[in-house]
DNA sequence: AGAATAATATACCGACCGGTATGGATGAGT
DNA sequence: ACTCATCCATACCGGTCGGTATATTATTCT
């Protein structure tokens, strides 16, 4: 046996965690696979989470949030012009995602539509994700309108919603299709929806 | 034991695979709660059915496909103005639907996000059953053209695609929020593309 | 240095799963 | 009425799952 290094562990186990679940979903995610990829066994498992449940819920607030957040928050809400980071990230996530982004979908969007209805708790923190960036997107429609690009009459908190519906939408199809040309062409159509919400169009 | 009815034990273990399937997912449904619904047992679902994977495939092709396409499809086709036809839908399937289907989620949708990855067949009939939607749709945008309804520069196979796409994301987003009333804003805005689609607007 | 505690490995358990083997009941054909 | 294939129930199997009990090793504290 190796150094101990608890911290780390706990983080590898993580990580496995979150990759296996990606892959297979949680309730097909095996304790066995997840730790068969990492070096360590389910004593350290059991030691760093009581339960597979409580493991779930860690990847889901400390993994996936997480990088949620950096990827599709972030650049709107430090940008000064937010529609256009908006447009932009809209027509080139694609380029700034994991290869297996395109086959295995969403963590998030796989995650809910698995477990929001079978338990409360994984529904919960997940809506809390999805929530945070609708909050994103509905401010910056609104930035937009205060800005006078975003026409008046929209209704930010209903068109964000749309948007993260639409977006989650087009990434499950193509997931489906296994098609990264049909995800482009699906992208496109959301920006050009996006584009409708403008002033003077 | 009661009179023996082959057709029709076959058609109660197809009805309760689906709604069991449909409630956990394919893989989380077990054969003896499928089973117990019904007054059934192993010997019968073996006997008309070679293995579970025979009878997802089963649910799809002869449950699933045929709902949709007589709730999605046929209601267009059979219009002499689909696009009016489409926009009534997109505005009132929700009232045309199970009740559980707020909470449950698309069958289809549900199915292609848990399987698609894992499995082809299932893939591919999936997959057949939405292209089948999507034809319809594009056709509807086709004719709609044709009419003078739809503008000319819409692509229909991308706008069908994408409001396939989109009308799957609400679904979605809508079992997660456990909200109908976040589904009926989130189908407005699909409507208000639609009609941003349509000419003089 | 010694004691206490944290961290990890190993072996094991009961529950459940999909699937099978077998046999009995039913109905159709002759 | 006898045969035979269809239909279905029951008991059982091997395998996998999440979880536990326990022992052992590493670290930290006194």
New binding site residues.
Partial sequence: ??????????NTILQAAYCEIHRKGY?????????SDT?????????????????GLAVIEEIIGDRLGRLLSDPIRESEKPIDALLYLIIHVDQQVPADYMELGCPLNNLMQEMSPLDHEFKSKLNAILRNWQDTIEWALSTGQAQGEIRPDVDPKAAALFIVSAWEGCVGIAKNLQSGEAFRTCMQQLHDYVVSLCAGR
Avoid at 1 to 6: A, F, G, L, S, T
Avoid at 41 to 47: C, D, F, S
């Fill in positions: 046996m190796d150094i101990k290094q608890p911290d780390q562990s706990r309730q097909a995610a095996s304790i066995a696979d997840i730790l070096g360590l066994t389910k004593g350290a498992l059991y030691h760093h989470f009581p339960t597979k449940h409580a493991l």
